[in-house]
């Protein structure tokens, strides 16, 4: 099955800085890479998502980019803000059939003001 | 649109008590899948069903059942509970794959359960 591992699992950044997390996974036919915010307590939150036949999307201050050949997909943060502080999961899936989705571990992420 | 119910939100057990966790959505998704979540872990996959009356094992899938006999529901049976089942459990739901049409899982908020 799909192994996604994810880099770093903690990440300090000050206010107004870029934060950058990564993740890599093994399976080729792998085709969706959501990214996923957990604030304590909480549901996972869909924040962004790319497709394989892109290879960067971008939502405001958020932004994700795919590497299809290097098998690897990272999420950017710019203008980093205190409510960003939350756990991010990677997530990858072949959407065909059950579209399981295979996670990362998680980053926690914290914003020091 | 309540989207993903979940109940309870908490609960204790004895080890060798059975439970359900209830799962229900209003928005008619043909795919639902539970979770369970580990302290410092990522999200592993128990079973999942991509619609009424079909069910599949997940990544660790050892000690649940499920069952889906409506769209709406999805629930999770644990029976003779063990304490390496106290985890977050969470169930999800999605639209229908094959449309190409995704817009990511809707989590439900979660049931916290402890097995002492």
């Known amino acids: 099955g799909e192994n996604v591992e994810q880099h770093p699992s903690t990440l300090s950044v000050q206010e107004g800085d870029s934060a950058v997390i990564k993740c890599t996974y093994s399976?080729?036919?792998?085709?969706?890479f959501p990214w996923y915010k957990q604030e304590l307590g909480k549901r996972p939150q869909l924040i962004i998502d790319?497709?394989?036949?892109?290879g960067e999307k971008k939502d405001q201050r958020i932004a994700v980019t795919l590497n299809k050949t290097a098998k690897h997909f990272s999420l950017h943060i710019t203008e980093t803000q205190p409510e960003d502080s939350a756990v991010y999961f990677c997530?990858?899936?072949?959407?065909?059939?059950?579209?399981?989705?295979?996670f990362g571990t998680g980053t926690r992420l914290t914003v020091i003001p | 649109n309540a989207g993903v119910t979940q109940t309870p939100k908490f609960r204790i057990l004895k080890i060798g008590q059975s439970m359900t966790l209830q799962c229900t959505q209003d928005?008619?998704?043909?795919?639902m899948y539970w979770y369970r979540q580990d302290p410092g872990m990522g999200l592993k996959l128990i079973y999942y069903?991509?619609?009424?009356?079909?069910?599949d094992k997940g990544e660790v899938p050892n000690g649940y059942n499920v069952s889906r006999s409506t769209t709406e529901d999805f629930p999770l049976r644990l029976e003779l509970a063990a304490p390496s089942q106290t985890s977050v459990y969470f169930c999800?739901?999605?639209?229908?794959?094959?449309?190409?049409?995704?817009?990511?899982?809707?989590f439900g908020s979660g049931t916290r359960l402890t097995v002492v």
């Open positions: 790319i497709r394989s036949n892109v």
């Open positions: 069903s991509v619609g009424a009356g079909i069910t």
């Open positions: 997530a990858a899936s072949v959407q065909t059939g059950a579209n399981n989705l295979f």
């Open positions: 999800a739901s999605t639209d229908n794959m094959s449309r190409g049409i995704s817009y990511g899982y809707t």
């Open positions: 928005m008619n998704h043909n795919y």
């Open positions: 399976d080729s036919a792998s085709n969706y």
